[in-house]
C-alpha cells in the first residue's frame, strides 16, 4: 500500500482573510493519516500565516510552488532558495509546474536543477510533468512526458526519487474543467512508473505518483480507483477547504 498525497496548489490565489477563511473551514478535521497526507501550498507569502494557524491534529505539511535553482545565497532579485523555505517550515516544494515551464520558460535543465536545490534543503520535490494537448494529438503525448522525468532521472538518478513525489499534470487538463479520464492518467502513471522501474524496481513501486488536472469532489473517486494513482494535485477545487478535505478523504478511501 503507498500511502496517498493530496496537495493543494492554490496557484496565484489568496489574501490574509482567505488564509483566515481557511483555516476555519480547516478545523476540527481530522484525516485517516496512516492512509493520506495532505499538503498545502499557498504563494509563498502566505506560507508563515497559513503554516503557524494550521492545528497539529491534522498533521498537514506545508509546500511552495516553487524555488530558486540556486542553492547558495547571492544575487538573484526576486528568488527564494529552497534553504529559506525549509527555515519557514516548509516541507515540500512543486517543481515544474507546467504554468512555469510555459510562462516562465523553464527548460528541463531548470527543472532539474530545482529539484536538485529542493532535495540539498532537505525538501521534497513533487516533480510535474504533463503533455500539452498539441503533443497529444500528435500522439506523442508518453513522448513528452518521458522526455520531462528522464531530464530529471538523469541529475538525481532513481534513487533521488526515493524523497520525492511525481505529479502528472496533462496541460490540457488544467483549469479546463476536462479531467483526463480514469483510464488515461492510470497508463500515463504506468509509463513513468515503468520508466523509473527500469533503473530502481524498489524505488519505483514506492513513488507516489499524484494526478492533477480538473480534479474535484465529483471525479476524485474514480480517479483513486485506479492502482497507479496514488493521490492528486489539486488547484482550483482546493481553494474551498471543504472541497479539498472531500478529496483527500476520497483519496484515504481508495488507497489499498
Ligand atoms: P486545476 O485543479 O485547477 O485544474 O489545477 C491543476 C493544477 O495545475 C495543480 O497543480
Same mark, same amino acid.
Request: glycine share 10%; net charge negative.
Given at each position: 500500500?503507498?500511502?496517498?498525497?493530496?496537495?493543494a496548489n492554490?496557484?496565484?490565489?489568496?489574501?490574509?482573510?482567505?488564509?483566515?477563511?481557511?483555516l476555519?473551514?480547516?478545523?476540527?478535521h481530522?484525516?485517516?493519516?496512516?492512509?493520506?497526507q495532505?499538503v498545502?501550498?499557498?504563494?509563498?507569502?502566505?506560507?508563515?500565516?497559513?503554516?503557524g494557524?494550521?492545528?497539529?491534529?491534522?498533521?498537514?505539511?506545508l509546500?511552495?510552488?516553487?524555488?530558486?535553482?540556486?542553492?547558495d545565497?547571492?544575487a538573484?532579485?526576486?528568488?527564494?532558495?529552497?534553504?529559506m523555505?525549509?527555515?519557514?517550515?516548509?516541507?515540500?516544494?512543486?517543481?515544474?509546474?507546467?504554468?512555469?515551464?510555459e510562462?516562465?520558460?523553464?527548460?528541463?535543465?531548470r527543472?532539474?536543477?530545482?529539484?536538485?536545490?529542493?532535495?540539498?534543503?532537505g525538501l521534497?520535490?513533487?516533480?510535474?510533468v504533463?503533455?500539452?494537448?498539441?503533443?497529444?494529438?500528435?500522439?506523442?503525448?508518453?513522448?513528452?512526458?518521458?522526455r520531462?522525468?528522464?531530464?530529471?532521472?538523469?541529475?538525481?538518478g532513481?534513487?533521488g526519487?526515493?524523497?520525492?513525489?511525481l505529479?502528472? +499534470?496533462?496541460?490540457? #487538463?488544467?483549469g479546463? %474543467?476536462r @479531467?483526463?479520464? &480514469? *483510464?488515461?492518467a492510470?497508463?500515463?502513471? /504506468?509509463l513513468?512508473?515503468?520508466?523509473?522501474a527500469?533503473?530502481?524496481?524498489?524505488?519505483?513501486?514506492?513513488?507516489?505518483?499524484?494526478?492533477?488536472?480538473?480534479?474535484k469532489?465529483g471525479?476524485?473517486?474514480?480517479?483513486?480507483s485506479?492502482? +497507479?494513482?496514488?493521490? #492528486?494535485?489539486?488547484? %482550483?477545487? @482546493?481553494?474551498v &477547504? *471543504?472541497?479539498l478535505?472531500a478529496?483527500? /478523504?476520497?483519496?484515504?478511501?481508495g488507497?489499498?
Amino acid at each position: 500500500m503507498r500511502r496517498a498525497v493530496v496537495a493543494a496548489n492554490w496557484k496565484m490565489h489568496g489574501s490574509r482573510t482567505m488564509v483566515r477563511e481557511y483555516l476555519s473551514g480547516l478545523r476540527g478535521h481530522a484525516l485517516e493519516h496512516d492512509r493520506v497526507q495532505l499538503v498545502l501550498c499557498p504563494p509563498m507569502v502566505y506560507l508563515p500565516a497559513l503554516g503557524g494557524g494550521l492545528e497539529p491534529s491534522l498533521q498537514a505539511g506545508l509546500g511552495a510552488q516553487d524555488c530558486s535553482s540556486e542553492s547558495d545565497d547571492g544575487a538573484y532579485t526576486g528568488e527564494v532558495s529552497a534553504r529559506m523555505l525549509a527555515d519557514m517550515g516548509c516541507k515540500y516544494v512543486i517543481v515544474g509546474h507546467s504554468e512555469r515551464r510555459e510562462r516562465c520558460y523553464e527548460d528541463d535543465a531548470r527543472v532539474a536543477a530545482k529539484f536538485l536545490a529542493a532535495q540539498s534543503a532537505g525538501l521534497t520535490p513533487i516533480l510535474c510533468v504533463g503533455e500539452t494537448a498539441e503533443e497529444r494529438d500528435a500522439g506523442r503525448a508518453e513522448q513528452a512526458v518521458s522526455r520531462q522525468f528522464e531530464a530529471v532521472i538523469e541529475r538525481a538518478g532513481a534513487a533521488g526519487f526515493h524523497a520525492a513525489l511525481l505529479a502528472y +499534470e496533462p496541460v490540457w #487538463a488544467i483549469g479546463t %474543467g476536462r @479531467s483526463a479520464t &480514469p *483510464e488515461i492518467a492510470q497508463s500515463m502513471h /504506468a509509463l513513468l512508473r515503468a520508466a523509473l522501474a527500469r533503473r530502481d524496481a524498489q524505488t519505483a513501486s514506492k513513488l507516489r505518483i499524484l494526478y492533477g488536472g480538473s480534479v474535484k469532489t465529483g471525479n476524485a473517486a474514480s480517479l483513486f480507483s485506479q492502482a +497507479e494513482i496514488d493521490g #492528486a494535485l489539486v488547484g %482550483g477545487a @482546493s481553494l474551498v &477547504p *471543504e472541497d479539498l478535505l472531500a478529496i483527500a /478523504a476520497a483519496a484515504a478511501a481508495g488507497t489499498d
